[in-house]
């Protein structure tokens, strides 16, 4: 069995529910984006910013107290930027069964220091 190590976990509190009780959608994806971001500040070595975001899917739900893990990787490489998937993976409070509850992808434009698009193997 191979381990992989999440970008990123937080924990659903009572801020992140929808008004059903279930936690809103909107910061499962605002959770996968903090985890693409983080990889590709580190993959680009400096500053990444998204640009485009899509083909979100939510297979399964989460509840209040439930920890989430964004999982990333690196889908594409272009000229100046980074296509990462992101996959959140849900575990009940007290359990250790998990679920995937999120999909996405994300696709990120390197900058430089004035802010300007630049080469992905540039450092």
Known sequence: MTTR???IRATAMPTDLNPYG???GGWLMAQMALGAGSLASR???GKA?????????????????D???????IAAKGNTSLTIQAEGVGRARDS???VTVS??????????ENDRPRAV???
Request: charged fraction near 20%; hydrophobic fraction near 40%; aromatic fraction near 12%.
């Open 5 to 7: 190590d999440p970008q």
């Open 22 to 24: 279930g936690v809103f």
């Open 43 to 45: 993959v680009g070595q």
């Open 49 to 65: 910013v998204v640009v485009h975001a899509t083909d979100f899917t939510f297979p399964s739900t989460m509840e209040l107290g």
């Open 67 to 73: 920890e989430l893990s964004v999982y990333c990787e």
């Open 96 to 98: 250790e069964d998990t």
């Open 103 to 112: 999909h996405g992808t994300f696709k990120f434009v390197l900058l430089d």
């Open 121 to 123: 193997n540039a450092t």
